[in-house]
C-alpha cells in the first residue's frame, strides 16, 4: 500500500539507507501475476531488483518456495512471524 511505502521510504531515509531487501518468495510472485492478471488484465509480476532514483530494493528469497522457508525456520527452532498481507 502507499501508505507502508511511505513509512519503509521513510525509514531508508532517516537512517541513511540505499538498499532495502523484501522476502518475498515464490509462492508471492506466482499470486502477484494471478492478481494481475485478474484484476488488471495484464501480465507481470515482482521483480527481483528494482531501483528508484533514491534507492534500490532486492528481492533474494523468490525463487524459494514458502513450504521450504518454513521448514527451514522449524528445522533451526526459529520464530516464524505469520503476517497475512490483505492486499
Known sequence: S?????????????????TV???????DVLE???M???LHKRIETISPLSFSSDFRVIRPMLD???SLIN????????????????H
Do not use: M, S
Open 21 to 27: 531487501a523484501f522476502a518475498h518468495n515464490k509462492d
Open 71 to 86: 521448514r527451514l525456520f522449524e528445522y533451526f527452532d526459529l520464530p516464524l512471524l505469520e503476517y497475512d498481507c490483505p
Open 36 to 38: 494481475n492478471l485478474v
Open 32 to 34: 502477484t501475476f494471478l
Open 64 to 66: 524459494i518456495e514458502k
Open 2 to 18: 502507499k501508505a507502508k511505502r511511505k513509512i519503509i521510504k521513510g525509514t531508508l531515509f532517516k537512517h541513511n539507507i540505499r
